[in-house]
């Protein structure tokens, strides 16, 4: 039973390019979770999102930063003309549907990560 | 809203050693607990969980970590350290959504 799969593992862009991190939760998982982990810092929630809703979005910046769970295929973390510090390592996790009454009342798996680097 | 506060960024402790790492919260009511390892270049991986019941709660690797309410604490303990134990640990507490600490970086030495 495969885990949460991010891909890719490490991505370079140049400022002002896109960036594209994709993240398939575990098989039978219909909760995904973006976090952001800077240098030092423990992860920073951004966005929750169940198939073709986003749930929560409280952390994810108003510009440049989109996500996307569609019916079929992977979650999509999306950020438009990326700068210097949008450089971080950023994790996808996901938790069955009956996770709990609570948002996040359950176990979250996470995925390996994608570091993106910005130059 | 609830937080989480790690006490220490980094924690050093020789092999055989207790490892104690702090955590305390704040919550309007009791939330759900958790302590997560992070192993380099890896991602997040559950060690315990505090839901409801009881307060000592025995996760993997030998850790276990005790939910006092009084205290807001929710630290995490290992009778004796190994070298594999290295690694960064997260605090993290669930109420309407899930907020983690800083993080604690241990490490073993021989």
């Known amino acids: 039973n495969a885990g949460v799969m991010q891909n890719p593992r490490h991505l370079v862009r140049r400022r002002g390019q896109e960036a594209r991190l994709r993240c398939s939760p575990m098989k039978g998982h219909s909760h995904v979770y973006w976090y952001r982990q800077l240098p030092e810092e423990g992860l920073k929630f951004m966005v929750y999102l169940q198939k073709e809703n986003i749930i929560d979005e409280s952390g994810m910046p108003k510009e440049r930063f989109s996500a996307e769970f569609p019916k079929e295929g992977p979650s999509i973390l999306r950020i438009q003309q990326v700068v210097r510090g949008d450089s971080a390592a950023y994790f996808c996790?996901?938790?069955?549907?009956?996770?709990?009454?609570?948002?996040?009342?359950?176990?979250?798996?996470f995925g390996e990560g994608s570091r993106l680097t910005v130059l | 809203a609830q937080s989480v506060t790690q006490l220490g960024s980094h924690v050093s402790v020789s092999e055989g050693a207790l490892v104690l790492l702090r955590c305390n919260y704040s919550?309007?009511?009791?939330?759900?607990l958790f302590w997560y390892v992070q192993y380099p270049n890896q991602g997040l991986q559950l060690l315990l969980k505090y839901t409801t019941g009881a307060t000592l709660v025995k996760g993997i690797n030998g850790f276990e970590a005790e939910f006092k309410k009084s205290e807001t604490s929710f630290h995490l303990t290992k009778p004796s350290a190994h070298m594999s134990d290295a690694a960064e640990y997260f605090c993290a507490v669930s109420l309407n959504d899930m907020r983690f600490g800083a993080g604690t970086r241990l490490t073993v030495k021989p």
């Open positions: 996790a996901s938790s069955p549907p009956d996770a709990g009454g609570a948002m996040f009342a359950g176990e979250l798996f």
């Open positions: 919550s309007s009511v009791p939330p759900y």
